[in-house]
């Protein structure tokens, strides 16, 4: 089992930037992806951003030059540095691990970002 907590939305104006963090604690060493997605109210959740253990990173073209998603050496926790947010990203933010070659996939609980016009 793997744990993910999510922490460090908040409400920002627009232009504006956040840093979210993603801790991941129990099976730690199954982990080969983690990211972020993201749901807005009244629409699918939607990837943001994703790194596997090597490094590799992979973001949704409308976060792309603006959204930085890292981590240290260790393979938690996991950031996204968000800049220049727009209310278009206002949403809720979730951590995904996907493990176990993809066999098993854990969510956080989620961190609401509100970008104010």
């Known amino acids: 089992q793997v744990q993910l907590v999510e922490s460090g939305g908040g409400l920002v104006q627009a232009g504006g930037s956040l840093r979210l963090s993603c801790a991941a604690s129990?099976?730690?060493?199954?982990?080969?992806?983690m990211g972020w997605y993201r749901q807005a109210p009244g629409k699918q959740r939607e990837l943001v951003a994703t790194i596997t253990n090597g490094g590799s990173t992979n973001y949704a073209d409308s976060v792309k030059g603006r959204f930085t998603i890292s981590r240290d050496n260790a393979k938690t926790p996991v950031y996204l540095e968000m800049n220049n947010l727009k209310p278009e990203d206002t949403a809720l933010y979730y951590c995904?691990?996907?493990?176990?070659?993809?066999?098993?996939?854990?969510w956080g609980q989620g961190t609401q970002v509100t970008v104010s016009s």
């Open positions: 129990g099976s730690i060493f199954s982990i080969n992806t």
């Open positions: 995904k691990a996907i493990a176990f070659a993809g066999l098993k996939t854990y």
